[in-house]
C-alpha cells in the first residue's frame, strides 16, 4: 500500500538559529513589530510503499533519523502519515 | 495575546526540487527502495502577539506571503496556530 508522511525537521533548544534570527530582523524592519521569534526548520514529504501504517512509520522515522535529521542538533517529528493513491 | 504559529513552504508541483531527488537518491542507496518520492521543503514557527486568533492568522499569511516564500515557485501554508504562553 502507498502511503505518504511529513517529516518536520527543527533545532533543538538553545541551538542557534542564524537563519530563524535574520528572518526575525527582516520581519521587524517590514513593521511586524508583534513578532517576537522566528525559528526556521526544514519540511520533507515522502512517498513510500509499505505492508501496513505501522511500518511506513518506522521507514519514515529510521530515514529521518539517520538522513533527514542531525541527531545532536536537531529534533525531527513525523506527522499526517496516511494511505496515499496518488 | 501571544500566539504561535507554523508555516509550511514547499515547491509548486511541477518545479524541479534537487534536493528532494538528491535526497531520494541517498535514502534508495540507503537500502529504503520502497521510497519513491522525497519533496523538501522549508518549516518556520513563529511566535507573535495579536489582539485575536484571526489577527493572528492574518499577521502571519501576510508574512508568510511576502517574505518565507516565493509565490511564484513555492505554496505557503499556516497550520497549528495556537495561543501561546512561551
Chains 1, 2 share one sequence.
Do not use: C, H
Amino acid at each position: 500500500m502507498k502511503y505518504e508522511a511529513v517529516v518536520e525537521v527543527l533545532l533543538k533548544d538553545g541551538v542557534s538559529d542564524p537563519e530563524g534570527v535574520a528572518i526575525l530582523d527582516a520581519v521587524v524592519s517590514l513593521g511586524y513589530g508583534s513578532v517576537s521569534k522566528v525559528a526556521s526548520g526544514k519540511l520533507f514529504r515522502l512517498l513510500l510503499q509499505a505492508e501496513d501504517e505501522n511500518s511506513a512509520a518506522d521507514v519514515v522515522s529510521e530515514i529521518a533519523e539517520r538522513l533527514l535529521s542531525n541527531p545532536v542538533l536537531e529534533d525531527f517529528r513525523v506527522r499526517d502519515l496516511v494511505s496515499s493513491n496518488s
